[in-house]
T-cell receptor
Framework: DTGVSQDPRHKITKRGQNVTFRCDPI?????LYWYRQTLGQGPEFLTY????????KSRLLSDRFSAERPKGSFSTLEIQRTEQGDSAMYLC????????????????FGPGTRLLVL | QKEVEQDPGPLSVPEGAIVSLNCTYSNSAFQYFMWYRQYSRKGPELLMYTYSSGNKEDGRFTAQVDKSSKYISLFIRDSQPSDSATYLC???????????????FGRGTSLIVHP
């Protein structure tokens, strides 16, 4: 499968525990995005990497959240001291270079990691 | 008021019907407009994107943008049960890094096409 993959697909944890999710983008894509999606809502942007550099973070990304992309390939999203409000689907997407025409690049989404905090 | 408003539905139609899905927005800075389809427990899949006002057609799908009214639509002709999914509109303005376009999504409309 050459699409975006995410691991694990499901995670159940107790409040206060730390969790880490992994995203493997499409291999030639240099941009990687993390989103959070709650039931009945659209995805909300969390953060974005271009290669290994984290270029933008949403104000939704509290101090308990940290994301890395150490070698410009896969990325991890860690949530420390989880809260029940963190329960959501965490989506990763990747995209290639901006087209020469400057038109919006296509973001390809992974299947998501569904987190439940008890 | 959210930047992007979308009726969550559900919208239930018979097979073969023409479906109209809509979003309104308030941010004049939005430049690009997209429609994603999301099946249950899957990630969103890009269906179409448009840049300017007007219509864009791709098979059974037509995307329409009216920037003056801040209103976008997706039409699905000859709808099929396999079209049953949540349809998300999304709009982008350039991120602070200047290097990418961070989309703002609507909440999605649940579409059910029954045989």
């Amino acid at each position: 499968d050459t699409g975006v993959s995410q691991d694990p697909r499901h995670k159940i944890t107790k409040r206060g525990q730390n969790v880490t999710f992994r995203c493997d983008p499409i291999s030639e894509h240099n941009r990687l995005y993390w989103y959070r999606q709650t039931l009945g809502q659209g995805p909300e942007f969390l953060t974005y990497f271009q290669n290994e550099a984290q270029l933008e973070k949403s104000r939704l990304l509290s101090d308990r959240f940290s994301a890395e992309r150490p070698k410009g390939s896969f990325s991890t999203l860690e949530i420390q001291r989880t809260e029940q409000g963190d329960s959501a689907m965490y989506l990763c997407a990747s995209s290639g270079p901006i087209l020469t025409s400057g038109i919006q690049e296509t973001q390809y989404f992974g299947p998501g990691t569904r987190l439940l905090v008890l | 008021q959210k930047e992007v408003e979308q009726d969550p539905g559900p919208l239930s139609v018979p097979e073969g019907a023409i479906v109209s899905l809509n979003c309104t927005y308030s941010n004049s800075a939005f430049q690009y407009f997209m429609w994603y389809r999301q099946y249950s427990r899957k990630g969103p899949e890009l269906l179409m994107y448009t840049y300017s006002s007007g219509n864009k057609e791709d098979g059974r799908f037509t995307a329409q943008v009216d920037k003056s009214s801040k209103y976008i639509s997706l039409f699905i002709r000859d709808s099929q049960p396999s079209d049953s999914a949540t349809y998300l509109c999304a709009m982008t303005s350039r991120g602070s890094s200047g290097g990418s376009y961070i989309p703002t999504f609507g909440r999605g409309t649940s579409l059910i096409v029954h045989p």
